[in-house]
């Protein structure tokens, strides 16, 4: 791929090779066999950075056991399972499309990308115990949480997951499980998804080539100003639309558009570290994802987790994410200038304050970053206590660049879900952010689609394809009265991808 024939003037040019852009491609292409699409990555490999299954958890995010998605409302103690729902049905459009992708042949084998792993939300002491019990509460009335077990009892816990129990000392214990839960590898499927599009007509995928700057014409097209590394040559590629999904790289390209729009934010860069453990006697004796609650300042994003991960086939152990102060945009292709050089006029002043009002986040992360391992394992012993120091080491993870918006006003506030940034005329659309992320990528490429041409879904032929890319595209299922709906739909896919 990187020895590429690029595409001349094509109408759609993506910009970035991790899972947003394979979504978008693969879905436009199906939508409309016409699209003359052209993607540039800047790495010699797809889907390196974020995407890269060991640079995130592979959390199928479904609100299942995130605790922060359901807040405490109310003096009652109950909580908001508002934000569950809405993200367990977004990671359904995922499934369902993936699904689609393996029934059609787009792509092969689905154990290479999805796994059933439990989901488990684990809690210890009597007031996250109360929290976990209103939780499961509120959860199982809905269809879609109908399967979660809940239970208090220490030897139910340990037949879920029995490092979390053995050598624990005496005290009030909850946990909830759902064996629906996925781990994903969100770089194995953007991988299937851009070779499938790489080999369609009037369709390529450049690895090797920057995207170095992006300039509107007179008549509303872009010029998308390209490097090839490999030869030094620079070209244009002049576009309908273009997609800027570059992950920590999307903030400096949609700054150089110069799109109006592009001067309301700012970014601020979070990275990331693991504990990993490949001793197979310790390996073989979890298959959960467990999520627990934030500790002191943690960002949501940054609650630790012990997570089973199935990466290339192979089983392994993760603890974390622990956050970590940086200034660099991307993991691999990041600079240490990467921040300073986002500062702009018109983002300094959010930037500032979100530097002022940040203190405790700022020295959260330079605190989380520069710990000794005695302390990280010290933190992985509140959740699996026999933890032993020799099976474990550290590895980074990737970076997540937050947005900060200007029209924020006075307050400094890093936002940790995602934006999609696009200009008046719709020719360009830019990914910002980067949480629950990867889970509901395929949501928020159709939510581009629909935002930037919606003629490709709302009219035909586009219309009746959507409904096979994506059976529950468009279907309420929230009310009960949908419930049968959402089984035998769910149903469906899970067993495509081998889940059921
Ligand atoms: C520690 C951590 C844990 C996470 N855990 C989860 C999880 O459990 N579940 C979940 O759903 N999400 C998770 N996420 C979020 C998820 O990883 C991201 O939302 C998702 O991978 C973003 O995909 P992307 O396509 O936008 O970006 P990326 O995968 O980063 O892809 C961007 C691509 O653009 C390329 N690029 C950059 N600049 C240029 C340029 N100028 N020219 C050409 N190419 C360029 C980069 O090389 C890269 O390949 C996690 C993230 C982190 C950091």
């Not at 950075?49 to 479904?62: K, L, V």
């Not at 210890?124 to 979660?148: I, P």
């Not at 199935?310 to 660099?328: C, E, H, N, S």
């Not at 709302?458 to 994506?470: A, D, F, T």
Request: negative net charge; glycine residues 8%; proline residues 5%.
């Amino acid at each position: 791929m990187s020895d590429a024939t690029v595409i001349d003037d094509p109408d759609i040019v993506l910009v970035g090779s991790g899972i947003m852009s394979a979504n978008l491609g693969a879905l436009l292409k199906r939508l409309d066999p016409n699209l003359k699409i052209q993607l540039y990555e800047v790495t010699d490999e797809l889907a390196q950075e974020a995407s890269n299954a060991w640079n995130n958890a592979g959390t199928g995010h479904a609100g299942i056991c995130e605790l922060s998605y359901t807040p405490f409302v109310g003096e009652d103690g109950s909580v908001d399972i508002t934000k569950a729902v809405e993200v367990f049905q977004e990671f359904e459009q995922s499934k369902q499309f993936w699904a689609h992708a393996v029934s059609s042949g787009m792509v092969d084998q689905p154990s290479d990308f999805i796994n059933p792993v439990p989901h488990v939300s684990f809690v210890y002491g009597q007031n996250q115990v109360d929290f976990l019990t209103s939780r499961h509460e509120g959860l199982k009335q809905h269809h879609f949480f109908r399967d979660m077990e809940f239970s208090t009892d220490p030897d139910v816990i340990r037949q879920w997951a029995p490092l979390l129990i053995e050598g624990r000392a005496e005290m009030p214990v909850a946990a909830t499980k759902m064996d629906a839960g996925t781990d994903v590898n969100f770089g194995a499927i953007a991988r299937k998804l851009m070779r499938w599009l790489d080999e369609q007509e009037g369709c390529n995928v450049a690895t090797g080539h920057r995207v170095v700057d992006l300039s509107e014409t007179q008549s509303g097209h872009w010029d998308v100003e390209v490097r090839d590394l490999a030869t030094g040559r620079k070209f244009t590629s002049r576009a309908k639309f273009v997609f800027v999904g570059a992950g920590g790289g999307s903030l400096p390209l949609l700054q150089k558009s110069g799109i109006p729009e592009s001067l309301e934010f700012g970014g601020f860069p979070i990275g990331g570290q693991w504990l990993v453990c490949d001793t197979p006697e310790v390996v073989a004796q979890h298959q959960a994802k467990v999520y627990g609650q934030a500790q002191d300042e943690a960002p949501t994003m940054a609650v630790p987790h012990l997570d089973t991960r199935v990466i290339d086939g192979k089983k392994a152990l993760l603890f974390g994410p622990f956050a970590a102060w940086t200034t660099k945009f991307l993991h691999k292709g990041g600079r240490w200038t990467d921040l300073f050089r986002s500062l702009s006029l018109g983002n300094v002043g959010p930037m500032i304050r979100v530097g002022l009002s940040e203190i405790p986040l700022v020295k959260y992360l330079i605190e989380q970053g520069t710990q000794s391992m005695e302390s990280r394992i010290k933190l992985l012993r509140t959740y699996y206590p026999q933890a032993k120091y020799r099976d474990w080491k550290l590895v980074d993870a990737g970076i997540r660049v937050q947005a900060i918006k200007k029209e924020d006003g006075q307050a400094g506030i890093v936002h940790y879900g995602t934006e999609v940034v696009s200009n008046t005329n719709k020719t360009i659309a830019a990914l910002l952010g980067a949480s629950p992320g990867a889970s509901v990528s395929v949501s928020i490429m159709l939510d581009v689609v629909e935002t930037c041409m919606p003629h490709l879904i709302h009219e035909e032929p586009g219309k009746s394809i959507i409904k096979q890319l994506v059976p529950t595209y468009g279907l309420d299922l929230l009310p009960a009265s949908a419930a049968d709906e959402y089984t035998s739909l769910s149903r469906a896919a899970a067993s495509v991808l081998g889940l059921c």
